[in-house]
């Protein structure tokens, strides 16, 4: 299974090349990057974020529409949440192969930082390894330092390594959906 990776248009220029290799290098898993072909919605206006779960649900569409057998993995700068919850950096569906990341608050600039698009190019190919662990069946992982573990604040999705545990790894090598099967 490769990964595709749509980069949307208010996606961070220039940092496309460098996230897909890592994110690639990450999973083990060659992956592809293009401009996003696809127009979502589910802008709640109340919350000036998208519906991730919408915009999932505009990618499985494309997905079925187009006969893609890659995973897809969305790269946004739009801020986007999941009823429930104020914000999340990316989400994923596994049984449709798709999942989003949003740059919007992995961005230094947004908690009043200096800008940083080394961190940047980090913490999008983590977020989006993360989500691609999903698409592979991997639940969240209690290692902290594992790529699979839960980061609820960009503090914890600095904290983790990039790259699988030992016991994550061993998931994904013995998996129906594995590259290497």
């Known amino acids: ?6 980069w949307d248009r208010d996606a961070p220029a220039g940092l ?4 897909a290799r890592i994110i690639s290098q990450i ?10 072909p696809v127009l979502y919605n589910g802008f709640d206006r109340s919350r000036n974020q998208f519906d991730a779960s919408a915009i999932l ?6 997905s079925r529409r187009n ?5 897809i993995l ?3 700068g739009d801020d986007i949440f999941r009823p429930g919850t104020r914000y999340v950096f990316g989400l994923s569906r596994p049984a449709t192969g798709t999942a989003v990341i949003s740059s919007a608050r992995l961005r230094n600039e947004y908690w009043g930082l200096p800008s940083d698009e080394m961190m940047l190019i980090d ?7 993360h989500e691609i662990g999903h698409l592979l069946h991997l639940d969240h992982c209690t290692n902290t330092s594992c790529i699979m573990a839960n980061p609820l604040t960009l503090d914890d999705l600095d904290s983790k390594k990039s790259m699988l545990c030992q016991t994550c790894m061993s998931k994904v090598q013995n998996s129906p959906l594995s590259v290497r099967l």
């Open 1 to 6: 299974m490769n990964i595709l990776i749509f």
């Open 16 to 19: 496309e090349i460098p996230v």
């Open 27 to 36: 999973m083990d898993i060659p992956a592809e990057v293009c401009e996003s």
């Open 57 to 62: 649900t505009c990618l499985d569409v494309f």
């Open 67 to 71: 006969e893609e057998k890659r995973f």
């Open 74 to 76: 969305l790269v946004t």
């Open 123 to 129: 913490r999008l190919s983590r977020e989006g390894a």
